[in-house]
């Protein structure tokens, strides 16, 4: 018996065969993290992309699995186009943006970014998988993995089958969003994958003219449910429409060359993950 069957649930009625084998880590990537929201629209891939940026800006070599299959925006973040894709020895050589970061996403395998993707659970999981096994990463010290939102297939495909160090959830102000994060923290505690901290996006807006911050979404709920569950909070991001402006046009890593609130708080966020992955924390 292995070491994941002495620690799955079902080991007693398995027949052994059927099971699937454990995550299998690759000596060539240091540590992989998975950035999950309980809901769509909190502005998860926006946070990935701020983490990866912010990562290989420090020095760290970088990759981000667009996971978000049916709803792919990784690659006009960083101003990635599509459809010209290329094989190397081992498999398909993933894209890189100006700042270096590996980059695979289907949108950067269909003609058209803007073809729709009307796949059923198991072939998207499977094209998790092929993201996995069959691209051709380099020497990497993080991998990201852009979840899609909520606990379906795809999260319960990578928790299952992607050796993960963490997941950071990202969420915004509102006590319904919160309500659902507590979901995603709870998957992930089913899967006996740690999570590392939340990033609240959408915090406030600030005034242009008089710099007041304001709560664009009332009373803040985020520390309330960080102290419940026991997750620290790693940052909290504001909306800023030179940040909205600078994804629009595939320039996020030129925008965090500038000084910024976002780039202030995205590289505390980071510093603490960098910490607790070089055993300093």
Known sequence: MSEQCNSCGQSSQCDRESCSPG???????????????????????????????????????VGIMDADVTGP??????????????????GILPAKTAGGIEVISLNLLLPNEDDPVIWR?????????????EVEWGELDYLLIDMPPGTGDVPLTVMKT?????????????????????????MAAMMHVPVIGLIENFAYVECPDCNKRINLFGENHTEEMAGKTGVPMLGRLPLAAEFVKHCDNGMIEEYLKRDSVIKENITDAVDLLIKKFSGTA
């Open 121 to 133: 659970g198991p072939v998207i999981a499977g094209v998790i998988n092929q993201f996995w096994n």
């Open 73 to 90: 925006s990784i690659p006009r973040i960083f101003g990635l186009k599509g459809g010209e894709m290329e094989h190397g020895s081992k």
């Open 162 to 186: 992607l050796p993960l160090n963490g997941i950071m959830v990202v969420t915004t102000p509102q006590s319904l969003v919160s309500m659902i994060v507590q979901k995603a923290v709870k």
């Open 23 to 61: 995550p299998q880590k690759k000596d060539n990537i240091k540590n992989v993290i998975a950035v999950m929201s309980g809901k769509g629209g909190v502005g998860k891939s926006s946070v990935t992309s701020l983490l990866g940026a912010s990562l290989s800006q420090k020095g760290y070599k």
